[in-house]
């Protein structure tokens, strides 16, 4: 968060406010809530959800993700998932 706020390529940022909807392993419709949707200096809207690189692998997150690519497409949003892998 301090990077966002220090950084000057970006220019607004917010924290789970945007709304994804997704089917789960369940088959039921839940909602899923991005860490962060970042807006940058060169116009660019990128959605950010941070995890453990060990749950990359879990089936509910592929499924959100997966979700989430999608929704970010047709809006023209980039999705990223950050680990520690790319933080530090």
Known sequence: MLYCDRSPKIVQWSSEELHIPYTGPDDR????Y????????DGRTIVV???P????SWRVNKTKWKSAR????????????LTEKELF
């Open 29 to 32: 419709v839940h909602n899923y």
């Open 34 to 41: 991005p860490d962060f949707v970042v807006k940058t200096h």
């Open 49 to 51: 959800e941070i995890k």
């Open 53 to 56: 690189a060990y749950q990359k």
């Open 70 to 81: 999608s929704f970010c497409s047709a809006l023209g949003y980039e999705f990223r998932v």
